[in-house]
């Protein structure tokens, strides 16, 4: 079993910060890729940020320059520090990992947190 479990989020006014936390935790032998997606009422769900486990970054253009991803391995744990809150980054952030089980037959398999929202709002 693999959870993953999200911290932060919350109300922030536009043009505010907020960070995100989401820590793995199970049995994890290791990760390679974890993100960050957003999902948004009446939007599709889209990914915002990904780190690979060498700590190569990608981001979705309309968060490029104001959000930062992270990831501490030691931990398990990916960040996402975003600054420069708009309303339209209001959505709820689901984390993503891709982990490899301890377990046999040890094949990787994509996990998901339970999503935290964030609000930008004045």
């Known amino acids: 079993q693999v959870q993953l479990v999200e911290s932060g989020g919350g109300l922030v006014q536009p043009g505010g910060s907020l960070s995100l936390s989401c820590a793995a935790s199970?049995?994890?032998?290791?990760?390679?890729?974890m993100g960050w997606y957003r999902h948004a009422p009446g939007k599709e769900r889209e990914l915002v940020a990904s780190?690979?486990?060498?700590?190569?970054?990608n981001y979705a253009d309309s968060v490029r320059g104001r959000f930062t991803i992270s990831r501490d391995n030691a931990k398990n744990t990916v960040y996402l520090q975003m600054i420069s809150l708009k309303p339209e980054d209001t959505a709820v952030y689901y984390c993503?990992?891709?982990?490899?089980?301890?377990?046999?037959?040890?094949?990787?398999?994509?996990?998901w947190g339970q999503g935290t929202q964030v609000t930008v709002s004045s």
């Open positions: 993503n990992a891709l982990v490899q089980p301890r377990r046999p037959p040890y094949l990787p398999a994509n996990y």
């Open positions: 780190i690979t486990g060498a700590g190569s970054t």
């Open positions: 199970g049995s994890i032998l290791s990760i390679s890729t």
